[in-house]
């Protein structure tokens, strides 16, 4: 079991609201999970389901209007980030708590060559010289494997590859060595042999520095290949949150067992060619116009009379294995 | 073996790419470089590779949508590379495509109905009463309903848009249907949908599927056979189970060895190449991955591999054993 002083983040009750046109709607509803020294946990779920939003609550970006964090406690190695001001939270952005983007240029500026970006986070949050930043700038891109990192410290973001970007911004948000670091979808938009050496490079790095990694994804593959454990997520909550082995080996919540259905794999010999796919039938809900039960229940092939009136609550089958669901205990046999 | 659809011989593209005041030429984009493919009826070809190998390229070549450079293009036996545009219409009928984005392909303005319908009325093939009977049909073929004729693109998610798109592209009742990343920019839930619609269409009217995807995964799914790219050319193609199980050329094996698979249990991921795929604007000589491959030898910097025969319906450009490729049970 975890020592108390391992745990890195502490997340507890996490509510994010927005107010649109259209109404306002939970984004992030009751949301509680921790982190561990070191340890990597996937958030997964489907587009809209709150994934982004809950990185940008940890980090305080949520953009206000039209979003703002309504409840909850965000604790990083014991302090609760949301009860600081934004002087106290600028210094720790980027210090103890870093993130990294999908798109690189997200926190790349294209005017600033990438060193002088490196010394410039370095700088803010550690009383050095521009020299001996200098010199961390370039260690950070050697330990991110850029070839000639000297050279490249003096190119600018469009001098590089897709590639080569993502391992720039990677070697910003670990220049301080952030005991968090949240990585929203930081391969989606790469080639996969690309995406293969990120991950490899991100995992490394972690164990090398002893980084807590919160790393969301879309993508069951990249979360069986990387993570330690896992939260699905589903219109704004939790629905399942298990240690990885025993996600992929018994989902107990319908919503993921019907995720790890859905995706093709790469053909097992003898596999008939094109079998059809399980789909999930309809769509995600509007997070304005959410049932009052399970969220899910529209779409659920188990759904009874009493999933439609209340929301199951999340109950732990074992082991730390969560799910919010009213017959989590009969999914297995009946799915 | 069935007779070829779709026969393309030697496809090659290429851009200028210009620079300076004077729009001086200072290099030319290899987009596609000499490829070389069939299709049978019914039959469907995943076409895989990396960002910007050129499988759009291809598959706009293949509709004519853009002009190759040179080889030839041949449906239900007729060349079509340099048919004129009148000469062009009746076999544009035959040929339809699916995109990526099925936000950017739809008219706002137009509601979903009229959409689907107008291939039907630019043709002259239906009208009034009869053409909305048809519409309707289609519009049940691909999973919507059709009172949802009336509403507009920005009403539906982006699953049904897709559906759209398809009823759309059935409406002429083409022979092929070329999908340029049809599922990628839908959720994984909504993607296995989308695919079983393909798959199910498939059945039900024996059309051939040119399908790109980047996602191996999905081409496995849904192809028949497979062909990988790599800087305009084609590496290796071979039936999907085989490609699969013994893939040959080392960029296959790297790719596939990328992927993540969803078993947490199975071998953890090994990048096998480095660095990013080279420019296409002059791409390296001899074998264009020589600059990644962990077998290059000193003669895949001049010599350039072609497609050869490698036994078990495999093709392979790799100058290794014989230009076998590297034969992935031994290693
Ligand atoms: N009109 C054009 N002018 C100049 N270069 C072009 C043009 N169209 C494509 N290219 C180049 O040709 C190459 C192949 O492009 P293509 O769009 O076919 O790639 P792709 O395999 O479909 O990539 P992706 O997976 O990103 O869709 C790329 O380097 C691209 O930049
Ligand atoms: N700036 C914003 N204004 C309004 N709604 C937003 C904003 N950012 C996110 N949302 C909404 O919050 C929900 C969760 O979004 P997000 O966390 O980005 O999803 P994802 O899981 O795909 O990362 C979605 O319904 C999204 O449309
Ligand atoms: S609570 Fe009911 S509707 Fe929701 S996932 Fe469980 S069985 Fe399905
Ligand atoms: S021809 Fe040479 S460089 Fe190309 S794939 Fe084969 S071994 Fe590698
Ligand atoms: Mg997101
Ligand atoms: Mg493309």
Redesign the pocket.
């Known amino acids: 079991m975890a020592n108390k002083s391992d745990l890195v983040l502490d997340v507890k009750n996490l509510k994010t609201v927005f107010f649109t046109n259209s109404g306002l709607f939970k984004a992030v509803d009751d949301l509680s999970f921790t982190v561990k020294r070191g340890e990597t946990l996937a958030i997964v779920g489907e587009s809209g389901c709150g994934k982004s939003v809950t990185a940008l609550s940890l980090m305080r970006l949520v953009p206000d209007p039209p979003g703002r964090i309504v409840g909850g406690s965000v604790t990083l190695e014991g302090t609760d980030l949301l009860a600081l001001d934004e002087a106290q939270m600028r210094a720790v952005r980027g210090n103890r708590i870093s993130m990294i983007f999908q798109e690189p240029m997200t926190s790349l500026n294209p005017v600033i060559r990438i060193g002088d970006q490196i010394v410039e986070a370095v700088r803010l949050h550690r009383n050095l010289s521009r020299k001996e930043a200098g010199e961390i700038a370039v260690e950070m891109l050697r330990l991110v494997r850029i070839p000639e990192p000297a050279r490249r410290a003096r190119e600018y973001p469009h001098q590089l590859s897709g590639g080569m970007r993502q391992r720039a911004m990677i070697a910003m948000a670990l220049a301080c060595r952030p005991a968090l670091l949240i990585a929203d979808e930081p391969t989606t938009a790469l080639d996969v042999t690309i995406q293969a050496q990120i991950l490899a490079l991100i995992l490394d790095l972690q164990r090398e520095l002893g980084t807590g990694l919160v790393l969301i994804t879309h993508d069951l593959g990249v979360v069986a290949q990387t993570a330690q454990r896992v939260i699905v997520m589903y219109a704004g909550r939790k629905v399942e949150e298990a240690g990885v082995e025993a996600l992929f080996a018994a989902p107990k919540h319908p919503y993921t067992r019907g995720l790890m259905a859905s995706i093709p794999a790469v053909p097992a010999s003898g596999a008939p060619a094109q079998a059809r796919l399980n789909e999930i039938p309809g769509t995600v809900p509007s997070l304005v116009r959410l049932p009052q039960g399970c969220a899910f229940a529209p779409r659920c092939k188990l759904a009874v009379k009493r999933c439609e009136a209340e929301y199951p609550p999340l109950a732990d089958w074992g082991g730390g294995h969560l799910a919010a669901c009213w017959r989590a205990e009969e999914v297995a046999e009946v799915a | 073996m069935t007779e070829a659809l779709l026969e393309v011989t030697d496809l090659t593209k290429h851009?200028p790419v210009r620079a300076g005041v004077l729009r001086r030429q200072v290099g030319t984009?290899h987009?596609?470089d000499g490829v070389s493919f069939s299709l049978g009826t019914g039959e469907t070809l995943g076409l895989v590779?990396?960002?910007?190998?050129?499988?759009?390229?291809?598959a706009r070549s293949v509709l004519r949508l853009v002009e190759p450079t040179s080889g030839q293009i041949r449906l239900e036996g007729e060349d079509i590379t340099h048919l004129s545009k009148t000469a062009l219409r009746p076999h544009r009928r035959s040929m339809q495509i699916v995109f990526q984005d099925p936000f950017a392909s739809l008219n706002p303005r137009m509601t979903a109905g009229d959409i689907v319908g107008e291939p039907l009325a630019v043709h002259g093939l239906a009208s009034g009463k009869e053409l909305e009977a048809r519409v309707a049909r289609l519009f049940e073929q691909v999973g919507l309903r059709p009172d949802q004729m009336q509403n507009f693109p920005h009403q539906f998610s982006g699953g049904q848009r897709q559906r759209i798109c398809i009823a759309r592209a059935l409406a002429l009742e083409p022979r092929l249907i070329v999908c340029d990343?049809p599922v990628s920019a839908l959720d994984v839930s909504i993607q296995a949908q989308v695919i079983n619609l393909l798959i199910d269409l498939q059945r039900q009217h024996g059309f051939s599927y040119l399908f790109?995807a980047?996602d191996l995964a999905v081409v496995a799914h849904i192809s028949h056979r497979v062909a990988v790219?790599y800087l305009?050319r084609i590496v290796e193609i071979a039936d999907k189970d085989e490609l699969f199980r013994n893939p040959r050329h080392p960029y296959t094996q790297a790719l596939l060895a990328s992927v993540p698979v969803a078993n947490p249990l199975a071998k953890k991921l090994v990048p096998l190449v480095d660095g990013d795929v080279p420019s296409?604007v002059n791409p390296p000589s001899g074998c264009a991955f020589h600059t990644r491959c962990r077998f290059a030898m000193e003669r895949c910097r001049t010599e350039r591999p072609a497609l050869l025969d490698a036994g078990d319906g495999h093709q392979v450009a790799c100058l290794l054993n014989e230009g076998t490729g590297r034969n992935n049970a031994v290693a």
């Open positions: 851009y984009v987009a596609v590779g990396e960002s910007g190998c050129g499988k759009s390229t291809v990343e790109i980047h790219m305009g296409p």
